[in-house]
């Protein structure tokens, strides 16, 4: 049975950090890795779509990696500001179900501080 | 604003009553899905539908019934709940299920059982 874990469970920093969010899974066998923003009692924005085949995923001030067979993805989140402070989830599309069967970790709360 | 709309945003219901939750899109998906968040747990997938037919059904009580009139609308009529029952409810859609595709979320019904 996959299971997500997410690490830290929460993070405080200061604005204008770099800083790495950590995603890994038990199953290598997925279709693909999404990174979410979930804001307090908000649904969930997605933000970066990673394919099995692909190492990594680019978007503004954000970067995905996924390293497969390891089981590990990281979200890197350059120059963070306060409104980056919301809940960042991880989940995976396992090749049987794909996006229908999405398995998410619990996230990690992420505060930044001005 | 992800394309996926569900209303009613908050929802507090009595044990007795029958109330329905409501999602809509417009992206021209043909996947669509209820999820549950509770506090502190991962989401839950509860029911997926594909082309309006029921593909999936995660172990959910019968007092939670879902209806897809069309591909652009699920709803989920729910009786006779527990406290328990309280939580985030997330409606998502994906273009096909089981594919390597993204999820767009809605931004959820709080619900609270009194």
């Known amino acids: 049975k996959q299971e997500v874990t997410q690490i830290p469970a929460a993070l405080s920093v200061p604005e204008g950090e770099n800083l790495v969010l950590n995603c890994s899974f038990t199953?290598?066998?997925?279709?693909?890795l999404q990174w979410f923003r979930q804001d307090p009692g908000k649904g969930l924005t997605s933000l970066l779509l990673i394919q099995s085949s692909q190492r990594e995923q680019t978007s503004g001030r954000l970067n995905a990696s996924l390293d497969k067979s390891s089981g590990r993805s990281t979200l890197y989140i350059a120059a963070s500001q306060p409104g980056d402070s919301a809940t960042y989830l991880c989940a995976v599309g396992p090749v049987q179900g794909g996006s229908e069967k999405l398995v998410f970790g619990k996230g990690t709360k992420l505060t930044v501080n001005p | 604003e992800t394309g996926v709309t569900q209303t009613p945003r908050h929802l507090v219901m009595g044990m007795t009553n029958k109330k329905s939750l409501k999602c809509e899109q417009h992206?021209?998906?043909?996947?669509m899905y209820w999820y549950k968040q509770s506090a502190k747990k991962p989401l839950e997938l509860m029911f997926v539908y594909s082309l309006e037919e029921r593909v999936e059904n995660n172990s959910v009580p019968s007092r939670f019934s879902p209806e897809c009139p069309n591909s652009s609308h699920l709803f989920l009529h729910l009786h006779t709940l527990q406290p328990e029952d309280s939580a985030l409810y997330l409606c998502?859609?994906?273009?096909?299920?089981?594919?390597?595709?993204?999820?767009?979320f809605g931004q959820g019904t709080r619900l609270t059982v009194v």
């Open positions: 199953d290598s066998a997925i279709y693909n």
């Open positions: 998502a859609s994906s273009p096909h299920r089981g594919t390597n595709t993204e999820a767009f």
């Open positions: 992206l021209g998906h043909n996947a």
